[in-house]
T-cell receptor, first 120, second 112 residues
Framework: GAVVSQHPSRVICKSGTSVKIECRSLDFQATTMFWYRQFPKQSLMLMATSNEGSKATYEQGVEKDKFLINHASLTLSTLTVTSAHPEDSSFYIC????????????????FGPGTRLTVL | AQSVTQLGSHVSVSEGALVLLRCNYSSSVPPYLFWYVQYPNQGLQLLLKYTSAATLVKGINGFEAEFKKSETSFHLTKPSAHMSDAAEYFCAVSFGNEKLTFGTGTRLTIIP
């Protein structure tokens, strides 16, 4: 299957700082990527859909000024958590759309390994 | 609106016993259905998928699932549980080009 990477895998930061998380599709071009947030022992919550060359589409209740998404190339999307606070601590997972990237004939998403963010 | 329900947030089975994880969906159109597994502090790995071909789908690690339209179900099974199967399992559904909707997950524990 298609490979998606995330960097960093873990990050610890102080409250008030900004953190950038990268999501890369390694062997296909992903025109659409998704960002999820997962709290301990809970399911994945879609935060936003990242579209190459255009603005991200945020889900209801997600602050777009808090969670900045940039999809400047066909293989890279970044999520920046601005002015992070302890309540932003979570597991962030990205995925790439296989249909949009020509790797699948239907809406299959390929997931990255996730980034554990801890805000002190 | 599409939705998926996983019955049982926790399931425990003995090593070597049958694994059955339940998933039901609601839809007015044919869905695409997926089962993902997540190990601690890792991303999601696709176990298997149903895309309107054969109703009995075989996946990795000995898992399989059967799409039953009459019951709107897509339950995941494995004949004999292994200790390495202990993980969180997510059922997900999508329709056409719509985004994935995940169930709440089922934590599978294997008893030695």
């Amino acid at each position: 299957g298609a490979v998606v990477s995330q960097h960093p895998s873990r990050v610890i930061c102080k409250s008030g700082t900004s953190v950038k998380i990268e999501c890369r599709s390694l062997d296909f071009q992903a025109t659409t990527m998704f960002w999820y947030r997962q709290f301990p022992k809970q399911s994945l919550m879609l935060m936003a859909t990242s579209n190459e060359g255009s603005k991200a589409t945020y889900e209801q209740g997600v602050e777009k000024d808090k969670f900045l998404i940039n999809h400047a190339s066909l293989t890279l999307s970044t999520l920046t958590v601005t002015s992070a606070h302890p309540e932003d601590s979570s597991f962030y997972i990205c995925s790439a759309d296989g249909l949009a990237g020509g790797r699948s004939s239907y809406n299959e998403q390929f997931f990255g390994p996730g980034t554990r963010l801890t805000v002190l | 609106a599409q939705s998926v329900t996983q019955l049982g947030s926790h399931v425990s089975v003995s090593e070597g016993a049958l694994v059955l994880l339940r998933c039901n969906y609601s839809s007015s159109v044919p869905p695409y259905l997926f089962w993902y597994v997540q190990y601690p502090n890792q991303g999601l790995q696709l176990l298997l998928k149903y895309t309107s071909a054969a109703t009995l789908v075989k996946g990795i690690n000995g898992f399989e699932a059967e799409f039953k339209k009459s019951e709107t179900s897509f339950h995941l099974t494995k004949p004999s549980a292994h200790m390495s199967d202990a993980a969180e399992y997510f059922c997900a559904v999508s329709f056409g080009n719509e985004k994935l909707t995940f169930g709440t997950g089922t934590r599978l524990t294997i008893i030695p």
